[in-house]
């Protein structure tokens, strides 16, 4: 059974940081992607970040892009966002997703793209 279980929210004050770990078991996505998506209280899941094993390509929605960075650690099946100068904005439950396979870089942003869902994680940024 794969499961991917996310860690790392909490809640922090604006222009902190906070890192988010997401670990697979089950099956392996060496060859597939790795992301991360988000919800905010009445509004739909959004892409936020994704990192593609074949050739370490990384995406960032325009909104995080320059204070977010996505890494992965394919030994332990994990992959990581590191997030900085976070705003209130960012305040939203954020989900690991991940695919065996190998997306082409359109397909990115699209949640139906991912087979595989972590149970979410809460990010509160608050003073």
């Known amino acids: 059974q794969v499961q991917l279980v996310e860690s790392g929210g909490g809640l922090v004050e604006p222009g902190t940081s906070l890192r988010l770990s997401c670990e697979a078991s089950?099956?392996?996505?060496?060859?597939?992607?790795m992301g991360w998506f988000r919800q905010a209280p009445g509004k739909e899941r959004e892409f936020v970040a994704t990192?593609?094993?074949?050739?370490?390509?990384?995406a960032y929605a325009d909104s995080v892009r320059g204070r977010f960075t996505i890494s992965r650690d394919n030994a332990k099946s994990m992959v990581t966002l590191l997030m900085n100068s976070l705003k209130p904005e960012d305040t939203a439950v954020y989900y690991c997703?991940?695919?065996?396979?190998?997306?082409?870089?359109?397909?990115?942003?699209?949640?139906?793209?991912?087979?595989?869902w972590g149970q979410g994680t809460q990010v509160t940024v608050s003073s």
């Open positions: 990192f593609r094993r074949t050739d370490r390509s990384t």
């Open positions: 089950g099956r392996s996505f060496s060859r597939g992607v």
């Open positions: 997703a991940a695919t065996g396979r190998t997306l082409i870089t359109s397909s990115f942003r699209d949640p139906g793209q991912y087979d595989y």
